[in-house]
């Protein structure tokens, strides 16, 4: 089953407004940690935020802020004043225990962003 | 944030031939490597969750005597992708993590391995 869902595969967004990237998770375990990376057309993959599952506050780091809602198993990214740079592939990941006990970082689908001048 | 290095960045093999990828974390310990596949305009695929010496945890449908991984170290994984054929041509991405807490908020991404077996 799927275990993380992005399900806006293209975003368009004006330089220097704000874009919502959505991200829900299904997980049993109590314990978890969602990630956002973003990766350039190069491949490598940069991480950006993460948020416990834990954390009373919601994340933040620059521009990027993390839109925690614990019951609603979401875990949007908000970029701020966006900037041409910001034109990429957004991914969402959670990091729990699988059924076999071991630790896994899995990816949802990703959303690509492209920032409009 | 942390630097996880991936060498090589590319490689072109011959059907048959075995290649290694390696992937070192430079300025922290992972305690726990993964190993992804991705095809074009695709996510991420989890291949293998490995453990400091220890087995790989292979995701169901992964062949481990295809796909061998080895965590010899707390800085050094290898996928060593035996007889190579043109189907495993991909873009190979390894990340690094310390699992337990204060550092589990971390996990890092080498800058992947563009495959291309002819």
């Known amino acids: 089953a799927q275990k993380i869902t992005q399900t806006q595969p293209g975003m368009f967004v004006q330089e220097k407004e704000a874009v919502t990237l959505d991200c829900t998770y299904d997980?049993?375990?109590?314990?978890?940690?969602l990630f956002w990376y973003k990766q350039p057309s190069s491949g490598e993959m940069i991480f950006l935020i993460y948020q416990g599952s834990y954390d009373q506050q919601n994340a933040t780091e620059g521009r990027y802020s993390l839109n925690f809602q614990k019951a609603r198993k979401s875990a949007n990214l908000v970029i701020s004043a966006s900037q041409l740079g910001d034109s990429a592939m957004y991914f969402c990941a959670m990091r729990d225990l699988g059924e076999d006990s071991s630790y896994k970082l899995i990816f949802g689908s990703g959303t690509r962003l492209l920032v409009r001048p | 944030g942390a630097v996880v290095s991936q060498h090589p960045s590319w490689v072109i093999c011959k059907s048959g031939t075995s290649v290694k990828i390696e992937c070192r974390s430079l300025?922290?310990?992972?305690?726990?490597m993964f190993w992804y596949r991705q095809f074009p305009k695709q996510s991420l695929m989890l291949m293998a969750t490995s453990n400091e010496g220890s087995k790989a945890t292979y995701e169901q449908g992964v062949e481990k005597d295809k796909f061998l991984i080895n965590h010899a170290s707390l800085t050094l994984s290898t996928l060593t992708v035996t007889s190579a054929h043109p189907e495993d041509s991909s873009f190979y991405i390894c990340?690094?993590?310390?699992?337990?807490?204060?550092?589990?908020?971390?996990?890092?991404f080498g800058q992947g391995t563009r495959l291309t077996v002819v």
């Open positions: 300025d922290f310990q992972a305690t726990t």
């Open positions: 997980t049993s375990d109590p314990s978890y940690g």
């Open positions: 990340g690094g993590a310390q699992a337990f807490p204060p550092r589990d908020t971390e996990a890092f």
